[in-house]
């Protein structure tokens, strides 16, 4: 059974930096799985930012974030984190890590197939 469980969320200013961080139990850390971050505004749809296999760590990053958030993984603890830099405003909203096989397919397809999510973290950053 997979869980994960998001923290680090906040409120930030502009220009600034978080940590997220989801950890993950059961087996979505094994070989051929990868773990993902979302981010969802008010009145807007979820959106894919970024993703990492746990095997060999390929990465990754839509445009919107790209520069900006890197993903990493942490294979002792069984641990995702994304780092965020200069952070706006269009960055709020709650931030979800989730996992599943990551198969042959691309990141955006693989993307709309997982099946364990977390709860997710706000994310809040002011003008």
């Known amino acids: 059974q997979v869980q994960m469980v998001e923290s680090g969320g906040g409120l930030v200013q502009a220009g600034g930096s978080l940590m997220l961080s989801c950890v993950v139990s059961g087996r979505a850390f094994g070989v051929n799985y990868a773990t993902g971050w979302f981010r969802q505004a008010p009145g807007k749809e979820r959106e894919f930012l970024t993703a990492?296999?746990?095997?060999?760590?390929?990465?990754y990053y839509a445009d919107s974030v790209k520069g900006r958030f890197t993903i990493s993984r942490d294979i002792y603890k069984n641990t995702v984190r994304l780092q965020m830099n200069s952070l706006s405003p269009e960055d709020t909203g709650v931030y979800y890590c989730a996992t599943g096989p990551r198969g042959g397919c691309t990141w955006p397809v693989w993307s709309r197939s997982l099946e364990h999510w977390g709860q997710g973290t706000q994310v809040t950053v002011s003008s």
């Open positions: 990492i296999t746990w095997n060999f760590g390929t990465t």
